[in-house]
């Protein structure tokens, strides 16, 4: 008998893909909410967050694990495409070169801090989910959701702007880009938990899976 795929799973996988390729393209853009100034990135970066949560949640940190090196690896393919169309001479038909290459060639410093950024904080979110989850013996799942969020958002913000812009950016404006960035995203998981509630509650129902991670290897690079 051949081993089914969960459609459900894959979806999940194949949307946090998405976010963050959709997340490191319009990063670069900065955007002004009210006094705040932040990157574009807050528009779809914590959807990612919430899809990790999910996972984490329903399936456990093994197959977050998985779906988050899918993710890394997906997203190391596009940047890597990207950099391949721009050093690839453009066609005399193509007038929007500059554009093109201003918007798609990413620096490689903020390229690596990007990518050491995202490990960190997705798996600093996905171990917090993990752990609480069983501390609190599965009840309560807003509660580690909001500080899975913290910590990851936190852990990934504070990487990457101090890779990316440590002595670029003086550090007392440095400091509030980070925590601006990472509050703000924490509010937004917050302001969507009633639908990341009743997400978990329809994919537990759905796949008749809650997974409790007991004698597991946290190890992020233990692929098997």
């Not at 799973?9 to 006094?35: D, R, T």
């Not at 501390?135 to 958002?153: D, K, P, W, Y």
């Not at 509650?201 to 690079?221: A, G, M, S």
């Amino acid at each position: 008998m051949k081993k089914q795929v969960s459609l459900v799973f894959m979806a999940c996988g194949i949307l946090f893909s998405v976010c963050l390729i959709i997340a490191n393209i319009v990063e670069q853009k900065l955007i002004q909410i009210g006094p705040i100034e932040a990157t574009a990135g807050l528009l779809i970066f914590p959807f990612s967050y919430i899809l990790n949560d999910v996972i984490s949640e329903v399936w456990g940190y093994r197959q977050a694990r998985y779906i988050i090196w899918m993710g890394f690896f997906a997203n190391f393919l596009a940047v890597a495409i990207f950099q391949l169309s721009i050093a690839l001479p453009s066609s005399v038909h193509f007038l929007h070169n500059a554009e093109f290459n201003l918007v798609l060639g990413a620096t490689l410093r903020i390229t690596l801090a990007s990518f050491a950024a995202f490990l960190i904080g997705s798996f600093l979110n996905a171990y917090v989910m993990s752990r609480m989850k069983i501390l609190q013996g599965g009840r309560n799942f807003s509660l580690r959701a909001v500080v899975s969020t913290m910590v990851g958002e936190g852990a990934d913000s504070m990487c990457f702007f101090f890779l990316a812009f440590v002595g670029i950016v003086p550090t007392k404006d440095l400091l509030l880009l980070i925590l601006t960035q990472a509050l703000m995203k924490t509010i937004y998981e917050i302001i969507m938990l009633p639908i990341s509630n009743k997400l978990v509650r329809w994919v537990k129902q759905k796949e008749d899976t809650d997974v409790f991670d007991q004698d597991i290897d946290y190890n992020p690079f233990k692929f098997k």
